[in-house]
C-alpha cells in the first residue's frame, strides 16, 4: 500500500500537484489529509495513556491507527510546502502521534532505536516561494526515517524561486511535473 501524507493547508497546492504528479507514476493509495484529521499534540493525560497501553504491548485503541497505517505502508508520500525554514504544524502533530514504541520503532539491545517499517522508500514533496534549504525539513524527516522507522531510502523533489517577480511558477511546477514524469521509480 502507498500512503500518501498530504500536509497541505491551502486548497490550490503547489506541493499537493507535485505530489499528485508522483503518486499518478507510483499508482493506488491511500490518503491521509494530517490538516484536517482530528490529530492532537500529546498533553501529559495522552502520553500517560499511550505509555500505559505500550507497556502491556496493546495497540487496540484508536489512537494507534495512524502508526499502524504508516508501519504497514510499502511505500510512503509526504507532501509538505515550507513553512517558514520548516513544514507545517500538522506534520510534526502526525510524527508525534505516530512515533510509537513497538510499531513503528523498537528500542534496540543497543539501547538505540531501530525501525520495524515496512517501507522500503519515503518521498518528501514540497515547493517554496524562495530558496529552499533542506535543513530544517526533509533533512529531519529523512533522519526520522532512516534512523529510527527503518525506510532505507529517501528521495526529495522539491520546486522554490516560486514567489519571486522574475520568476514563472507555471512553468517551474511544469518543468517538475514532467521531470517526476521521466524519473525512474
Not at 495512524?66 to 510534526?92: E, G, H, R
Request: aromatic share 10%; with cysteine; proline share 5%.
Amino acid at each position: 500500500m502507498i500512503l500518501y501524507i498530504k500536509s497541505c493547508p491551502r486548497e490550490e497546492s503547489r506541493t499537493d500537484t507535485l505530489a499528485k504528479a508522483l503518486l499518478e507514476r507510483l499508482g493506488e493509495y491511500e490518503e491521509i489529509d494530517v490538516v484536517n484529521e482530528d490529530l492532537h499534540p500529546l498533553n501529559k493525560d495522552a502520553l500517560s495513556f499511550r505509555e500505559a497501553m505500550i507497556a502491556q504491548g496493546n495497540y487496540s485503541n484508536p489512537m494507534f491507527q495512524y502508526a499502524k497505517q504508516f508501519a504497514f505502508a510499502d511505500t510512503i508520500v509526504i507532501a509538505a510546502p515550507f513553512w517558514d525554514l520548516s513544514f507545517p504544524t500538522a506534520l510534526k502533530t502526525y510524527i508525534e502521534n505516530i512515533y510509537v514504541t513497538g510499531l513503528v520503532t523498537q528500542c534496540g539491545e543497543d539501547d538505540r532505536p531501530h525501525g520495524m517499517c515496512k517501507a522500503n522508500k519515503l518521498y518528501y514533496v514540497t515547493t517554496a516561494g524562495g530558496p529552499y534549504d533542506p535543513s530544517y525539513s526533509y533533512e529531519y524527516i529523512k533522519a526520522l526515517a532512516t534512523e529510527h522507522f527503518g525506510i532505507k531510502e529517501c528521495e526529495l523533489i522539491h520546486a522554490d524561486m516560486l514567489d519571486l517577480d522574475s520568476s514563472d511558477p507555471e512553468k517551474i511546477i511544469s518543468d517538475k511535473i514532467q521531470e517526476i514524469q521521466s524519473m525512474t521509480l
